[in-house]
C-alpha cells in the first residue's frame, strides 16, 4: 500500500490535503480520487511504474473524494471508478473486490454522509480499514445534517468497525490509526458529552444550532462554526428520535400544528436528499427542530 497525497492542503483537509492510498499489482486500485491536482495524478502514475490503474474506489461522494474521478479517467482511459449507489457499478455492501494482489470487503457505513463506505483489507488480528471520513487522529468528523449526515447510524458505523477489531485504520484526512478501538472509544464518549452539553444549553430555553454551536464549542472561525452549527442539528435530530428531550405531547392545537413537522423529518433519508438543494433550507430544518422541541415551552424535558 502506498500513501498518495491528494495535494489539496487547507484548514479541513490538512496540511497534505486528501489522503490517497495506491494498491499495486494484478488489479491496481486507488482509494479515493482526490480533487484531480496533477501533481496528484503524476505521483499515482509514477508509482504505478507504467501499469494502467484499473478502478477507483470511493470511500463517499464528498467533493475531496470524489471530485478528481474525471482527471483519473482522462489520464487512464478504461479506468473504472466505483461508489456506493451510484454510477454503472455501484459498490454493495458486503460486496468482495480484488485489490492489488489482495481481496476488500466493501463495508457500508453511513453517518458521515449516507454513502459512505469503509474497505476492510485482510483477516482478523491484521485487518486494515480505508476508512475515508469515519475517523481521524487530532480531531473529529463533521455529521453534517444538512447533507444527509446522520448521527445514530454514524454511532452505529463506529461499533461495527470496533466490532472488526482491525489493527490499524486508515482515514482519509490525517495520519494512520495504529490504535483504532482507543480512538473510536473516545469518538463515542464525545458524541455522548456533546448530547449532554447541547441538552444543558437547552434547559428551559430556545436556541438555534448556530447559537448552540457558540455555546458548546466556543469562538470558532465562520466556516467551520457553519459546520458546528450542522454538526449540533445531527445530535438534535438524534435526540428527538430518542424522545430524549421532549416530554409527550399535549392534546389540543399545539399537537395537531406539529403534526406536518412530523412528517417532513421523520425519514432521514428525506433530510439527506432534500436539505443540500440551498443553503436556506438549513435554517428550515433547525426551525423544524426547535417547533418540534418547542410546541410549547413547557414541553422541553429538564435535565438532570
Same mark, same amino acid.
Given at each position: 500500500?502506498?500513501?498518495?497525497?491528494?495535494?489539496?492542503?487547507?484548514?479541513?483537509?490538512?496540511?497534505?490535503?486528501?489522503?490517497?492510498?495506491?494498491?499495486?499489482?494484478?488489479?491496481?486500485?486507488? =482509494?479515493?480520487?482526490?480533487?484531480?491536482?496533477?501533481?496528484?495524478?503524476?505521483?499515482?502514475?509514477?508509482?504505478?511504474?507504467?501499469?494502467?490503474?484499473?478502478?477507483?474506489?470511493?470511500?463517499?461522494?464528498?467533493?475531496?473524494?470524489?471530485?478528481?474521478?474525471?482527471? !483519473?479517467?482522462?489520464?487512464?482511459?478504461?479506468?473504472?471508478?466505483?461508489?456506493?449507489?451510484?454510477?454503472?457499478?455501484? !459498490?454493495?455492501?458486503? *460486496?468482495?473486490?480484488?485489490?492489488?494482489?489482495?481481496?476488500?470487503?466493501?463495508?457500508?457505513?453511513?453517518?458521515?454522509?449516507?454513502?459512505?463506505?469503509?474497505?476492510?483489507?485482510?483477516?482478523?488480528?491484521?485487518?486494515?480499514?480505508?476508512?475515508?471520513?469515519?475517523?481521524? !487522529?487530532?480531531?473529529?468528523?463533521?455529521?453534517?445534517?444538512?447533507? %444527509?449526515?446522520?448521527?445514530?447510524?454514524?454511532? *452505529?458505523?463506529?461499533?461495527?468497525?470496533?466490532?472488526?477489531?482491525?489493527?490499524?485504520?486508515?482515514?482519509?484526512?490525517?495520519?494512520?490509526?495504529?490504535?483504532?478501538?482507543?480512538?473510536?472509544?473516545?469518538? =463515542?464518549?464525545?458524541?455522548?458529552?456533546?448530547?449532554?452539553?447541547?441538552?444543558?444549553?437547552?434547559?428551559?430555553?430556545?436556541?438555534?444550532?448556530?447559537?448552540?454551536?457558540?455555546?458548546?464549542?466556543?469562538?470558532?472561525? *465562520?466556516?467551520?462554526?457553519?459546520?458546528?452549527?450542522?454538526?449540533?442539528?445531527?445530535?438534535? =435530530?438524534?435526540?428527538?428520535?430518542? %424522545?430524549?428531550?421532549?416530554?409527550?405531547?399535549?392534546?389540543?392545537?399545539?399537537?395537531?400544528?406539529? *403534526?406536518?413537522?412530523?412528517?417532513?423529518?421523520?425519514?432521514?433519508?428525506?433530510?439527506?436528499?432534500?436539505?443540500?438543494?440551498?443553503?436556506?433550507?438549513?435554517? $428550515?430544518?433547525?426551525?423544524?427542530?426547535?417547533?418540534?422541541?418547542?410546541? $410549547?415551552?413547557?414541553?422541553?424535558?429538564?435535565?438532570?
Amino acid at each position: 500500500m502506498i500513501l498518495i497525497p491528494a495535494g489539496n492542503a487547507s484548514a479541513w483537509t490538512g496540511p497534505t490535503g486528501n489522503n490517497t492510498y495506491l494498491l499495486p499489482g494484478r488489479t491496481a486500485t486507488l =482509494i479515493d480520487a482526490g480533487v484531480g491536482s496533477p501533481d496528484h495524478l503524476d505521483a499515482i502514475a509514477q508509482a504505478l511504474q507504467g501499469v494502467p490503474l484499473a478502478q477507483v474506489l470511493i470511500t463517499h461522494g464528498h467533493s475531496d473524494h470524489v471530485g478528481g474521478a474525471p482527471a !483519473l479517467r482522462a489520464r487512464w482511459p478504461d479506468l473504472v471508478v466505483r461508489q456506493f449507489g451510484t454510477g454503472e457499478r455501484p !459498490l454493495v455492501a458486503d *460486496e468482495r473486490i480484488a485489490v492489488g494482489d489482495d481481496v476488500c470487503r466493501v463495508m457500508h457505513t453511513p453517518g458521515h454522509s449516507p454513502d459512505h463506505c469503509c474497505f476492510v483489507v485482510g483477516d482478523q488480528g491484521g485487518t486494515e480499514v480505508f476508512c475515508g471520513d469515519l475517523a481521524r !487522529l487530532g480531531g473529529t468528523i463533521v455529521i453534517p445534517a444538512s447533507r %444527509g449526515g446522520d448521527l445514530a447510524a454514524y454511532l *452505529e458505523s463506529l461499533r461495527k468497525v470496533r466490532a472488526l477489531q482491525p489493527a490499524r485504520l486508515l482515514p482519509g484526512h490525517g495520519p494512520v490509526v495504529d490504535n483504532p478501538a482507543t480512538l473510536i472509544d473516545d469518538y =463515542i464518549e464525545h458524541r455522548t458529552l456533546r448530547d449532554r452539553q447541547i441538552l444543558r444549553v437547552l434547559k428551559g430555553r430556545r436556541a438555534m444550532p448556530a447559537e448552540i454551536a457558540d455555546r458548546v464549542y466556543g469562538r470558532l472561525p *465562520e466556516q467551520i462554526r457553519n459546520a458546528a452549527a450542522d454538526t449540533v442539528l445531527a445530535h438534535l =435530530i438524534k435526540l428527538r428520535d430518542e %424522545g430524549t428531550s421532549m416530554n409527550m405531547m399535549a392534546p389540543g392545537r399545539h399537537a395537531r400544528s406539529a *403534526e406536518p413537522t412530523l412528517g417532513r423529518l421523520k425519514s432521514r433519508r428525506q433530510i439527506g436528499e432534500t436539505l443540500g438543494a440551498a443553503c436556506g433550507l438549513w435554517h $428550515r430544518v433547525a426551525n423544524d427542530v426547535f417547533e418540534l422541541f418547542e410546541i $410549547r415551552q413547557e414541553s422541553l424535558t429538564p435535565v438532570r
